[in-house]
């Protein structure tokens, strides 16, 4: 037996399957736009997501899921993806305004981070616990797309050129790997990525017959969670790059994902059809859960 072949039977033996556990409501419906996106979780267990009543506002949600005002994007704003880099700092994609924007917790002030008025649209975002950046960034009408770079300064450059739909994205457990999605082509491509955050041996890692993808994220196992849009799922694929489980949820239009609630282990998504989140349970804390605890002790 080949090697490769006995480490996925190995993982595949030692993982539990999660094969089509079903989401419950985390929010009441209607409460978003069908724009709804983010989410991201702070310290304390609150949820951050976009589009809360109206675009161009982001929405606190109490773990009991009771949804609230946070604050107003500027003019011409509208939020993506969200990704915390301290305990007190979110970033977002703001996918009008061509920027990275950033958000204090504390203050509710906002204020332009990176800018550049090449970026087609600035997607979704995934950190480093030394505060590098990445951003997606698709060109819906050519079906094309490319992945940028954001230094710990701000600085923006463009890291992974010629792509399709980049879309969803994430950095593995030990840093040394980025997920990159494109959504209409259905394919994952993973890179490695040293600590300067160049990227480089571009390969396949997974890709659907059907569907859509959107967010992604991974637990501390390194396993990533994809979700589906327009199929109503969430799909777990192992580091292996196998499929092991497999989330249905109420909604179908799923379009982003991120890990809080009890030792990590609650996952929720934002759905655009529904305009609400929904939560399900997890075997393992996600990456990002991690991350806050470590900013914690700083």
């Known amino acids: 037996m080949h090697l490769p072949h006995f480490s996925i039977l190995l993982y595949l033996l030692t993982t539990t399957f999660i094969a ?18 983010g989410p991201a979780v702070d310290a304390k267990g609150n949820v951050y997501a976009v589009n809360f009543a109206r675009d161009g506002t982001v929405a606190k949600i109490s773990k009991k899921g009771k949804t609230s005002f946070f604050i107003t994007l500027p003019k011409g704003s509208t939020g993506n993806g969200i990704r915390f880099i301290d305990k007190n700092t979110f970033l977002i994609a703001d996918f009008t305004g061509h920027n990275l924007l950033k958000a204090d917790v504390n203050t509710q002030e906002v204020q332009v981070w990176a800018h550049d008025s090449t970026m087609y649209q600035p997607n979704d975002l995934a950190v ?3 505060g590098h950046v990445y951003c997606s960034d698709p060109n819906w009408k050519e079906n094309t797309g490319r992945v940028w770079h954001i230094t710990p300064q701000g600085e923006t450059r463009i890291a992974a050129p010629d792509m399709g739909t980049t879309n969803g994205i994430e950095v593995s457990p030990d840093e040394s790997k980025l997920y990159v999605n494109e959504s209409v082509q259905r394919k994952i491509w993973v890179f490695d990525r040293n600590q300067n955050g160049d990227l480089s041996n571009k390969r396949l890692f997974y890709e659907f017959n059907d569907g859509g993808m959107d967010g992604m994220r991974c637990d501390i196992m390194g396993n990533l969670y994809v979700t589906r849009h327009g199929l109503g799922q969430v799909a777990i694929i192992s580091p292996a790059g196998v499929q092991i489980g497999n989330i249905l949820t109420i909604g179908k239009k799923v379009s982003n994902i991120c890990f809080g609630g009890k030792k990590g282990k609650t ?23 991690a991350m806050m605890k470590d900013f914690q002790s700083k």
């Open 267 to 289: 996952a929720y998504i934002t759905l655009q059809d529904h305009g609400n989140l929904e939560r399900f349970k997890v075997k393992h804390p996600g990456r990002e859960w």
């Open 20 to 37: 089509h556990a079903q989401t419950r409501p985390f929010t009441a419906g209607g409460e978003f736009t069908n724009n709804c996106e």
């Open 128 to 130: 480093t616990k030394s």
